[in-house]
Every structure is written in structure tokens, then in C-alpha cells.
């Protein structure tokens, strides 16, 4: 952005301005705002200062000093306009230009290759240029600038919108207030890109967090994407965060100036936001020809991500020319002129120091690996899920093993293996219970299935965690209780069971620690609402095997009353809707058992809902016919929101993935179901923002 001599020039500027006390005119003024940007510059985004961390404190605090004595001085771009003047109380929901579409993904040097074919054939060239960049792991934004001056900035949000969260994006230090456009005939531009918080500075605010004892910040990207929504724009600052920006998509052009021709390729795009204050990847990036020479930048790139200042989970590829991305166009969900390249999943070996064994809800006995605490992209691991006894003995897991240990896909932590050669005689034989670690119940295990079970309905630890269950908000929802709350009134012995909930000691709990008058009656509030909740969500929240929320809507719109099961035959319930054998098994043995129906019935004397209020199926809607599926994790609506938007206009909720489904919609981290879906043809694959679009017409 600076040239040697603008350099040169500023810094001359620089020790003229650092004695002074005072500015005399707005000349002055204007000069120290250019020193301040210039220095700025050369902090966050070349990361090679000029200037002593005290001697900028100085020169900021006299531009502070000039504009409170001159007000009608203040510009919307000086560097003291960055800091807000209190907390935002919202973030508004704003349109983007263009949708921020997401990225097809690959695995492997044969994706990338079977890519380059598709995109060669459509582009009708026997070569492309590709330019490659890094695929930073952080939190999307989308950032407006119009005539020269910030006047926007928006999370990601569905795609299609997201929130307008302008201030938050004005304490990081490496966007630019204002950048000359104009200059380059541009009028309003569209930029995209992603907010990071580098690994040094994510050390430093665990640290901070640590000396206030304080939990600290799970891995850099939530940190970076949870900053962005904190109200108060001084701890946005307080952060450190930083900003890469990597694509333009859309511009206006300048009426009195002819536009770049640096726009005509990416990279040319990516080199014209450097040269105008932003922190770019032109360093990063690599402009090639033909696929091979992709695949050796990205095997060579991955090879030194440890290496790099801040989290990549991947690169980008993307064709360069511009006009040939436009003719290359996209689908519904992804461009087909770019694509991400993931790394291998994150791996560290570490020692196998115990297992413990859990007790679920349905009385599942699922082993835990404790393992030596150990660093795996940027979290640290210290338990792991065993599944069941069939995974210890197909690892040949042993306590006092080294384990190769693995996020997939960067989240989920699994042991890929026991590195047996390693053994020195020492390790012991993991020996799984035939009693309940909880209330010493005989285990079970059907021959069909390779969970073990508590059969014991009373065991503690599964009536807790079906009450944190009955409380979840997909279920009662009722807000306040949590699962924390729920061991508290457990373990205190105010709380026994579901029915419980409904006749909580209030006037005994107000003693409790954290229990203030407004807190009780919030939560007494929540607890009243929930005896209103629809008979689907009761269902639900019974937490009866194999019945998941679709299940439940199927059986709330089968009988008058909830206790009408009692009467159903294993062949009734068999001919509903998704209901398959275990399903009909499970259902049956729930409503004939004695305690269940017991309970049931002291909660319609409490006050909730067992009628069912049935609504009426839409036959004539936009989406009559049509089956969805949600998978993932929507951002924009609750997956019962999602449904419910679905059924409105009579689109019909399955519970699976099959040739029968029509949509599967999907969510941020979306797993098995994308996977299984992709193989059948005739699945057509949503974005959250796709389906809104669906529903609005």
C-alpha cells in the first residue's frame, strides 16, 4: 500500500508530530490521521512496526485531544472512530448483495483431479489457471465499503443474510475505516473474507482468562466467530482479532473513473486489496497452471501448517479468470469454479491413563478414554467416547497404552489406535463391568445389539439424565434449568424424577447459592410455560428409545390421548408412518409398563398436556408431496423451526436418508447423512439459505 518514498515521508512525519503537546490546525490533524493509519498498517496487517507500542499511544491520545476540542474535525474514518460509545443491545439481520454461497469440498488428490476435468470440459480449455490460497479457519464476514468508507459489516448468517455487526468489525485493527475505490473506478464494493484470532494472541487471552480464573476459550475459531457477537465493542477490541480478506463479490462502477483491470482476476483482486490497505493473502497465494501443480501446493502448504501464525483447515482453489468463473457459474449450493481442499484430520499420541464408564438415559454403558491431556488443533483432548466394548477389543486397547489420537474433521476426538510396539509390560486389561458403575444392577446386552445395559429404570444416573433430557430444548424447553441445575437439585434431593420438576421446594432453593428472587421466578415462569407445549415435544421428551422428533410428530397425530397407547398393538403401531420393528418394539414396551404409565398420569394431574391438538396435514401447498430431512447445524432457525416451516407448506418430514427423500438440508458440520445422500441421484441438496428461499416462493 505504501511506497519506499510514502514510507519515508510518513515516518519523517512521524517524528515531527511525537513531541508535540497540542495540534494547531486541521492540516496537522489530517497529517497525524495518516500517521496513525500509516502505523497501523504496519502493525496488524505487515506485522513489521515502526514505532514503539508507547510512541503510538502517544500520538493516539493527541488525536483524541485535538478532536475533543475540535468535534466539528472528526471524520468517519479517523482511527478514534473505531472504539463505539457503548453496548450494541442487537444485531439487525441484513441482506447481502450476493449470496455467500458455500464451497464444494475434497479429500484427496483424486477429488481435485475429477474437479479439474469437470471444470476443463464446461470451460471447454484443455488448461486452466488456478489460484490457490490458504483456507483460513475462522469466522466468515462480508464487508460493504461505499465511496471509499466502510458502511457495512455482516456475519455470514445463512448465506443469504446475516447480522449487521459494523461496530464489532471496526476494533479490528487490520480493516481499513476507508480505502481509495473510488480511485481504482470503483464505486460500492461487496468484499468477503474471514476473522482470525492468531495463535499467539488466542494464547495470550487464555492467559488473561486463566489469571481471572476464568474457563478458558475452546480453539481460536470460536473464539474468533464469538467475538464478533459480543455486545460490548471494547472487549471485541480487547481480543486482538485480525481479518483476512480474499474475494470480491460485487461492485459498482465510479461514474467519473474507468474500472481496474486488476478485478479481471482473482488474483489481481486479491493484489488490489493489498495495494489498498487490506490484509490480503497475496503472500499466501499461488497462481499455477493445470491441476498437478495445485496438488504439490497443497501437499507442500499442508506439510507446514504447524508452521503458520494462525489455524488453515485447508486451501482454496479457484479458477483465476474472472470471466471464466461467470461462465462456469454454480450450482445451488457451491460455485463450480472453486473448491476446498481439507487437510488430514488433526492426529497426537498420547497415553491411555484410565476409562471410566457413563450411564445414559436408556441405561447404555458407553467407556470413556482418559487420556495424558494433549493439544489437537488448537484444543485440548483429554477424554475420548469408547462406544462400546466391541471398539475396545477390535483396537486391542490397553490402560498404559500410546494412542494415536484424531479430531475428525477437526471436531470429534476418536483413538485411531493402540501402538502396541510400544508396550514395555507394564499395561493392564481394560475389564468391562457386568454391574452398573452407578446402582450395581446386573448388566444386559441383547444378542443384536453391542451395547451393554442397565436395566435398572431407577438407577440415578439414567434418572438424571432423563430429566436433563425432558428439560432440553428440543423437548419441554424449559429455559433456566440446564443440566447443572438439574445434578444440583439432584444431588440435594429436591428433585427425583420428571414429575418432580413440577413440585420443586422454590422456598427451599432460594437459599441456594445463585438462586436470587429474579432467578426463581424465571424459572418457575419456564417451568408453567412448558405444561402448555405441544404433545409431540412431551413425546419427545420422554426419551423413549429409538423415538426422535419426527417419531414423535407421527405418534402426537395417531391418537387422541397419549395414554391411547396403551392400547396399541406391536402390528398398529407398525403401520405408522417410519415406524419400523425396533421402533414399534420400543414403543409398545414403553406404554406397558406400569411406573411409565404412573408417571404419565401424575403429570396430566400436574398440569401438562397428554390430549393431542392436531393440526390439520396441508394437501395444497407450494412443497405438497415433497420430503425433507434437516442434518447439521442450522444457523438461522432451530431444526424444529426448520420443520415446522417445511409442514406449513405441506412438505413432509422422514426420519432417514433413502431413495424416498426428495430435500436434505443442510447445516455447518453436516456428517453421514450428506455423505450417504450425495450417492443417490435423486436428493437434491439445500443450504439453510436455499430452503428459506424455498419457503418464501
Not at 46 to 71: G, Q, R, V, W
Not at 325 to 336: I, K
Request: hydrophobic fraction near 35%; charged fraction near 25%; include cysteine.
Amino acid at each position: 500500500m505504501f511506497s519506499a518514498v510514502e514510507t519515508r515521508e510518513l515516518q519523517s512525519l512521524t517524528n515531527q508530530l511525537l513531541p508535540k503537546k497540542t495540534i494547531e490546525n486541521e492540516q496537522e490533524l489530517n497529517d497525524l490521521r495518516a500517521v496513525l493509519r500509516f502505523h497501523e498498517h504496519r502493525y496488524y496487517v505487515m506485522a513489521d512496526p515502526l514505532l514503539a507500542d508507547k510512541e503510538y499511544d502517544d500520538l493516539y491520545k493527541l488525536l483524541e485531544k485535538a478532536e475533543a476540542s475540535h468535534p466539528d474535525w472528526i471524520r468517519p474514518d479517523s482511527p478514534t472512530q473505531r472504539v463505539a460509545k457503548g453496548l450494541n443491545s442487537n444485531f439487525e439481520n441484513v441482506q447481502h448483495l450476493v449470496p455467500m454461497l458455500s464451497l464444494e469440498n475434497s479429500y484427496n488428490a483424486e477429488d481435485l483431479l475429477d474437479w479439474d476435468r469437470k471444470a476443463r470440459e464446461l470451460s471447454g480449455k484443455e488448461e486452466l489457471e488456478y489460484c490457490v490460497e490458504p483456507k483460513f479457519d475462522g469466522a466468515s464476514i462480508s464487508l460493504i465499503y461505499e465511496n471509499d468508507y466502510l458502511s457495512r459489516g455482516a456475519t455470514r448468517g445463512d448465506g443469504v443474510s446475516g447480522d449487521d455487526i459494523t461496530t464489532n468489525i471496526k476494533q479490528i485493527k487490520s480493516v481499513p475505516l476507508s480505502a481509495g475505490f473510488l480511485a481504482k473506478g470503483i464505486q460500492q464494493i461487496e468484499i468477503r473474507g474471514e476473522v482470525l484470532l492468531n495463535k499467539a494472541n488466542f494464547k495470550k487471552y487464555n492467559d488473561q482468562l486463566a489469571q481471572q480464573n476464568l474457563p478458558p476459550l475452546a480453539n481460536p475459531r470460536n473464539a474468533a466467530a464469538g467475538s464478533l457477537r459480543i455486545k460490548d465493542p471494547k472487549e471485541v477490541a480487547n481480543r486482538n482479532l485480525e481479518a483476512f480478506l480474499y474475494h470480491v463479490s460485487y461492485t459498482v462502477p465510479s461514474a467519473s473513473q474507468e474500472m481496474t483491470t486488476q478485478l479481471q482476476s482473482h488474483s489481481g483482486s486479491l493484489e488490489l486489496l493489498w495495494e489498498l490497505g487490506f490484509k490480503s493473502p497475496v503472500k499466501e497465494k499461488k497462481v499455477v497452471k493445470g491441476i498437478q501443480a495445485v496438488i504439490d501446493y497443497c501437499e507442500a502448504y499442508e506439510a507446514g501448517r504447524d508452521d503458520l501464525p494462525y489455524e488453515i483447515d485447508g486451501m482454496v482453489i479457484k479458477v483465476n479468470d474472472i470471466q471464466l468463473q461467470e461462465q462456469l457459474g454454480m450450482t445451488s449450493h457451491h460455485p463450480r469454479w472453486a473448491i476446498a481442499f481439507k487437510f488430514k484430520a488433526r492426529q497426537a499420541t498420547s497415553k491411555l491413563i484410565g476409562v471410566e464408564f457413563q450411564v445414559g438415559r436408556t441405561g447404555s454403558i458407553t467407556p470413556v478414554a482418559k487420556i495424558t491431556p494433549v493439544p489437537i488443533g488448537g484444543v485440548t483432548v483429554s477424554s475420548i467416547s469408547l462406544f462400546n466394548e466391541e471398539v475396545i477389543k477390535e483396537k486391542n486397547l490397553m490402560i498404559g497404552d500410546t494412542v494415536l489420537v484424531e479430531r475428525a474433521g477437526d471436531v470429534i476426538p476418536y483413538i485411531v489406535k493402540s501402538l502396541d510396539e510400544l508396550r514395555d509390560g507394564g499395561e493392564t486389561a481394560i475389564v468391562f463391568p457386568k454391574n452398573c458403575p452407578i446402582c450395581n444392577s446386573a448388566l444386559e446386552k441383547p444378542e443384536e445389539e453391542a451395547v451393554w445395559r442397565c436395566g435398572n429404570d431407577e438407577c440415578p444416573a439414567q434418572v438424571v439424565e432423563r430429566i436433563i433430557h425432558f428439560t432440553s430444548k428440543d423437548a419441554l424447553d424449559i429455559r433456566g434449568f440446564g443440566e447443572a441445575n438439574v445434578r444440583k437439585f439432584y444431588e440435594k434431593g429436591y428433585l427425583h424424577n420428571i414429575p418432580g420438576i413440577y413440585e420443586l421446594p422454590f422456598d427451599t432453593i432460594r437459599g441456594l447459592d445463585g438462586f436470587g428472587e429474579k432467578s426463581i421466578i424465571k424459572l418457575q415462569e419456564a417451568i408453567e410455560q412448558s405444561k402448555q407445549q405441544p404433545l409431540h415435544r412431551l413425546i419427545f421428551g420422554l426419551g423413549i428409545r429409538y423415538v426422535g422428533e419426527t417419531t414423535a410428530k407421527v405418534l402426537a397425530q395417531t391418537v387422541e390421548h397419549l395414554l391411547d397407547f396403551k392400547n396399541f398393538t406391536v402390528e398398529q403401531l407398525l403401520a405408522l408412518e417410519d415406524v419400523g420393528p425396533k421402533v414399534a418394539n420400543s414403543i409398545y414396551q414403553y406404554f406397558h409398563k406400569e411406573s411409565h404409565i404412573q408417571m404419565l398420569e401424575q403429570l396430566e394431574a400436574l398440569g401438562l398436556q397428554l390430549k393431542s391438538t392436531k393440526q390439520s396435514v396441508v394437501t395444497d401447498g407450494a412443497l405438497s408431496g415433497k420430503t425433507f430431512l434437516f442434518t447439521g447445524t442450522l444457523t438461522t432457525l432451530k431444526r424444529s423451526e426448520a420443520e415446522a416451516l417445511a409442514e406449513s407448506k405441506g412438505g413432509k418430514i422422514v426420519s432417514g436418508v433413502s431413495s424416498k427423500l426428495n430435500y436434505l438440508v443442510t447445516g455447518e458440520d453436516a456428517g453421514s447423512k450428506l455423505e450417504k445422500a450425495k450417492k443417490i441421484p435423486s436428493i437434491q441438496l439445500l443450504s439453510e439459505a436455499e430452503f428459506i428461499k424455498m419457503i418464501n416462493g
